[in-house]
């Protein structure tokens, strides 16, 4: 894992947009996997910016979400379509059927789940894929005890979640009880995972994550396994890891081959 320690949580997006940008511009029918939620949204923003001042071109590319909440229209002003919709899609050039946002009111969801799969593969696999994390260790909904090997599925959330997502619902009782979610495995299939957190209340699992044992009860610590990961965080995400200085070296070590090796 590359783990990068950035001042601020908009140098923590600014890192991933330019990033994405780099992907897209080398890239330009790139499959991205995207993520909703508080962390994103500079990256969203700052992608957005990009965009309109003309230096980045989304026609050929293709997204796909990581989950969305069963029981929730994509008009729903907290389903996660609709926060696509309103925090991205609508602003850069990807066209509609490109985006794919699992279906949170599928009939059969079991089918569902396995043509989001199909989906994907179809799409030649998710090429970057964009992750924030839980304070439960989550990624996209894969709670504690999750399957390392799971694919797209149905889960029920924590009380952790619930709790962490009621501040976007009229109160706890609103937050959806069950989500479709990409699985680990899916996860895992990404050529290149970012993962980004901000703030003091997700040092814990961050430090878990990167420094603790791989397990199920902190489903990103199986990105400990992935080839190609950068867990991108700001100094608060980052307050709790053990072996700050190291990785600040090893940054260094890393910003100066690229010069070096940049044509
Ligand atoms: C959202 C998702 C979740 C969030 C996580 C952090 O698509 O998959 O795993 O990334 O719950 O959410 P925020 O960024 O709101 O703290």
Redesign the pocket.
């Given at each position: 894992m590359r783990v990068v320690i950035e001042n601020s949580a908009e140098a923590v997006s600014q890192f991933v947009a330019d990033r994405i940008a780099q992907w897209v511009r080398h890239h330009p029918s790139c499959v991205l996997g995207l993520?909703?939620?508080?962390?994103?949204l500079g990256t969203y923003r700052e992608l957005i910016r990009l965009h309109r001042e003309g230096s980045l071109d989304f026609s050929a590319v293709t997204t796909f979400?990581?989950?969305e909440y069963v029981g929730l229209s994509p008009s729903h002003d907290q389903s996660?379509q609709y926060f696509m919709q309103d925090n991205l899609f609508q602003h850069v050039n990807l066209s509609a059927e490109s985006t794919h946002v699992p279906d949170g009111l599928a009939t059969d969801l079991a089918s569902h789940c396995l043509q989001y799969e199909e989906a994907i593969r179809d799409a030649g696999g998710i090429d970057l894929q964009l992750?924030?994390?839980?304070t439960d260790g989550?990624?996209?909904?894969n709670e504690p005890g999750s399957s390392l090997g799971s694919r797209t599925r149905l889960k029920s959330l924590t009380h952790e979640?619930i709790r962490?997502?009621a501040r976007f619902f009229e109160n706890e009782s609103k937050v959806p009880r069950l989500a479709i979610?990409m699985g680990v495995g899916t996860i895992m299939e990404a050529r290149q995972c970012l993962l980004l957190a901000t703030g003091e209340n997700?040092a814990e699992a961050i430090q878990a994550t990167i420094e603790g044992p791989v397990t199920a009860q902190i489903t990103a610590s199986a990105l400990q396994y992935h080839p190609n990961t950068i867990v991108v965080v700001d100094e608060a995400a980052g307050s709790r890891l053990q072996r700050k200085d190291y990785y600040r070296e090893v940054e260094l070590a890393q910003l100066e081959w690229e010069k070096s090796n940049t044509p």
């Open positions: 993520a909703t939620g508080s962390t994103p979400n990581l989950d996660y992750l924030g994390i839980g989550h990624i996209a909904f979640t962490d997502n979610t997700k």
